[in-house]
């Protein structure tokens, strides 16, 4: 396939097209749990990827990758001393995270997600040294995902940034996990309507304006 002569630059946080930037619309939110995620090197440069909302969304959170070549996953301050690490994953012995779980355990949370596709998690699960002895939790089921930017073959699945939504939910309450969806919401059908998928009045919020580069969401209407 022949490389786009032109292409357009991309916000080097969200890697969204400048001008469809959603910095600026992400909540920053504060919370008592921390979220660490433990990205695959494959997922750091696909736009779609939803990982890289993680530090946007949430003012108290980690991000490292993992799979460079002859690179050890840098791991150190991960869990902070004085939390308690939760590795998100779905293993046969996960916990269902719930809050009368969550609600054994007198220590903030410390919540590790892993961020690849399932055969990249699963080696992240088995492989990654810093998770031994972790307790593992999975997401209660729940409604179908609404992230319209990958197919999937089991509709059970949810993409990342969902399921920290949906884990945080059960955790920090209902608003947190609102304002994370609503962000996500924003991001997937901007996406889709750059991708030609949905006009910009279908886009929540509308789509900015072609001479706006500062990400600013404001709407141009249909087009």
Known sequence: M????HPQPRCPKCLMTQGLCICCLAPRLSLRTRVAVVM???????PSNTGRLVPLALANSFVCLRGIKDQPTDTAGMIPDGTQGLVLYPASD????QQDYCSLINKPLSLVVLDGNWNQAA???????????LPRVKLPSGPVSSFRLRTQS???????????ARALGAIEGPEVQRALEAFLTVMVERMLWARGKLKAGQVTGGVP????????????GER
């Open 2 to 5: 022949r490389k786009n002569p």
């Open 40 to 46: 695959h090197v494959r997922e750091s440069y696909r």
């Open 94 to 97: 996960a916990s269902e995270l």
């Open 123 to 133: 080696k992240m699960a088995k492989r990654e040294r810093a998770l031994d002895g």
């Open 154 to 164: 089991d509709p059970a699945r949810v993409c990342t940034f969902e399921a920290v």
């Open 209 to 220: 304006r072609p001479d706006l580069n500062d990400g600013h969401a404001t709407s141009s």
